[in-house]
């Protein structure tokens, strides 16, 4: 907290500083000539095709690698090593409508590849399937009316994984201040998912058979799937059932407010409310009690979570820009945290910077969380799961920006070249790398 | 009654923060409107912000998603 009042107290003097300097400079001119050319006389930014036309494409690309201790599939012990190969496409189509708002389509396509090796212990003697792939589809569209300085958005987004399939929906709303320097912004998202239910190997109910009347039997499988054998074993017919699913549901409603404060500092607060039911805990996490005994994660089947945030940007001098957020967050789960960073980006010429960044994050633990054979068998709720466990993380690292006036390479369609790698690291033994691309094209 | 206290000085400071907001022209707005100077999170972060949500328990209040993806491996 003190850290706050200190970067408040910091923003009120250098807002300040700031209006003595530019009262003093009005002062100064206030001859100014008659034949000034006025700004909006020959202002030319308001022209704007009317056509649908695709602006922007942005391909991404990421690279993730972790290692760790502490596997919630194997009960808070256990590697937890993973790579994830993420790629995506976003497009952004541009047109004005007759009333000359401004609309925006953006369609957005991800996929990624992952392999992990806790998977593969969701069967007891690791013999489970090691990886898989996601993709997940967005769309989104929004039109702004750039008079009034309002816009309204709807949007769309699936993600889908073997064991995980969500769908969400958002709507969107903002509003400048009067004077353009302020504005308000409320999204509302809705995620409905469904979990599959698939329990490490040892839960998992043992095929049973059943014999029928005509000297046949049926073998029906733990997923379901049955099958039925003559006397000779030859399978007569089969038919294949899905693993059964278990709804989770996310409401939120999020919130922002940003203001400038001066020529060279702006911030924007932000707050979320995030209500979350149904099955919030995963069929294949295995938590040990005290008593050696193993089962499945349990964990209450609602929570909300409110996050408050603050960003704060500030442009120093002529070629430094300060890029710093703090978050708070609580939820009924007992979990409380706190997050701070810091950006420094440095432009070593107009059109290239670098940026070395910062991340500190502190959570104290879940009530429902204890570590590998520390739960109780009389404990109501009960995780090994180390995310809801008590710990603090750095993430520190650096990017590079090319915005070229000829385009990246000399390419003239290629606007933008982003590259970005970090480290991160938790208290729980938890390293990870991640290296990030981001090509933008005109 | 120090809990209030920094409540109130919390909140004082905010206001007084405000207070001094210096209304700016369009054409004053060349270094607020540099890119860097966004108050979003950058294109190359999304797979950052993934990995962050799902290895932690707090998320949000960061214009990002709330909800959607397992993650879970």
Known sequence: ?442 | MIKYLTKILFLALLIVSFSSCVHLKEYQKNRINDSEMALTNRKVEKNELNFESYRESASGANAGKTGGGCGCN
């Not at chain 1, 007891?124 to 309002?150: C, F, H, M």
């Not at chain 1, 999020?254 to 500092?265: E, G």
């Not at chain 1, 995030?274 to 050696?292: A, C, D, K, T």
């Not at chain 1, 590998?372 to 993430?395: K, M, V, W």
């Open chain 1, 1 to 442: 907290m003190k850290k706050i009042y200190l970067s408040i107290v910091g923003f009120s003097l250098l807002c300040r500083l700031n209006v003595q300097a530019q009262a003093s400079y009005s002062t100064g001119n206030a001859n100014t000539p008659a034949t000034t050319i006025s700004h909006t006389d020959y202002d030319t930014t308001d022209y704007r095709p009317r056509r649908f036309r695709l602006d922007e494409v942005n391909l991404f690309s990421s690279y993730y690698t972790q290692n760790g201790d502490h596997s919630a599939v194997t009960g808070g012990i256990g590697t937890e090593k993973v790579t994830d190969n993420s790629n995506g496409i976003d497009l952004n189509f541009l047109w004005l409508n007759n009333s000359l708002n401004k609309n925006t389509l953006s369609v957005g396509l991800g996929y990624d590849h992952h392999t992990s090796a806790s998977s593969a212990y969701v069967a007891l003697n690791g013999g489970a399937k090691p990886g898989g792939t996601r993709i997940y589809p967005s769309l989104d569209w929004t039109v702004e009316n750039t008079k009034q300085g309002t816009s309204f958005g709807i949007g769309a987004y699936y993600s889908g994984e073997y064991n995980y399939k969500s769908k969400g929906l958002d709507l969107h709303w903002s509003t400048k201040t009067a004077d353009k320097n302020g504005e308000f912004g409320v999204k509302l998202q809705g995620y409905f998912d469904e979990v599959k239910l698939i329990y490490p190997s040892e839960f998992v109910p043992q095929p049973t058979i059943t014999v029928i009347p005509a000297g046949s039997y049926v073998i029906t499988t733990a997923s379901g799937n049955r099958e039925v054998v003559s006397t000779a074993g030859r399978v007569i017919s089969n038919s294949k059932n899905t693993l059964p699913s278990s709804p989770r549901t996310t409401l939120s409603a999020a919130f922002s407010y940003s203001q400038i404060i001066n020529s060279r500092l702006q911030v924007m607060f932000l707050g979320d409310v995030v209500e979350q039911n149904g099955y919030l805990s995963l069929p294949f996490h295995r938590v040990y009690f005290s008593n050696g005994k193993d089962t499945i994660e349990k964990l209450p089947s609602q929570r909300f979570k409110v996050p408050v945030g603050i960003r704060a940007n500030y442009f120093l001098g002529d070629n430094i820009i300060l890029r710093s957020y703090y978050r708070y967050y609580m939820d009924s789960w007992g979990s409380k945290a706190n997050t701070a960073s810091l950006e420094v980006a440095y432009k070593v010429t107009p059109f290239f910077s670098i940026s070395p960044f910062y991340r500190y994050y502190a959570q104290s633990a879940a009530k429902y969380f204890a570590p590998y054979e520390q739960h109780s068998a009389s404990d109501e709720y009960y995780t090994s799961n180390y995310e809801y466990g008590q710990f603090q993380s750095s993430y520190y690292g650096v990017g590079f920006r090319i915005v070229p006036p000829k385009g990246v390479f000399g390419w003239q369609n290629l606007h933008e070249l982003e590259i970005r790698y970090g480290h991160y690291s938790q208290t729980t033994n938890l390293v990870s790398d991640v290296i990030s691309v981001n090509l933008g094209f005109k």
